[in-house]
Structures are given as structure tokens and as C-alpha cells.
């Protein structure tokens, strides 16, 4: 699970308890500009044959944790109860995509958003 904190122009996005071992990150920070979607997305693709693995783990259908290659961009992920799971589109960063499991998904996204719109 991920811990979602806005400060400023930035969002922190910290990977919580031993999630750090399988994602190889206990954290990252992205500029609200370098943001260009957030949605809710309760069904992500975590099966089998959903993209290659570069450093990280998944059980399909279970559990999809690090950094993979899927449809030529690199996507972190960290879901392991896919009802919970946000996805935070990027431009300007090494992984064009977050999806994340989060405690609140649509109190996350709304918060996100209307920090974009406010700037």
C-alpha cells in the first residue's frame, strides 16, 4: 500500500511496510505539474502476460509489485487489493504511469485533482 501526501507543489507518494522490499522503493516524488491524470481503477490489469517484469514481483491475480515494461512505458506498481488501486498518469518522469494501491482511493483522487486545479 501506498501513503499518498501532498506538500506544496509536489505529491509524496511512500511505500508503506515490506511493500519497500518488493517495489526496491520506499518512496517518490512528483511534481503536481508533471501530473496529467488520476482515476480510480478498481480492476487493473494484473493478470498473466501484463507486461515485463524489470525489478520487482507478481503472482497474477494477486499480487504486482516494482517496475514494469508494459505497452512501451515503464509502470511502478504496487497493488496488492486491486478495489483500492489508483492509477496517476505522468509526463516527465522515468515511469510514465503509478498504479497504487491506496487506503482511500476516491479521497485521493479528488484531493490530487483539486490540487491541479488550484494551481
Known sequence: ???VT???D???FEVL???KLWTFKSSLQIPLSHITDIYADPNPAMGWFQGIK???VGMPNIFKAGTFYQEGEFVF???RHPENTIVVELTHEQVKKLVIEVAEP????SAIRKAIYRR
Open 10 to 12: 509536489e505529491v509524496f
Open 106 to 109: 476516491d479521497i485521493v483522487v
Open 1 to 3: 500500500m501506498v501513503d
Open 17 to 19: 511496510g515490506l511493500d
Open 54 to 56: 524489470i525489478v520487482g
Open 77 to 79: 506498481w504496487d497493488v
Open 6 to 8: 501532498l506538500r506544496g
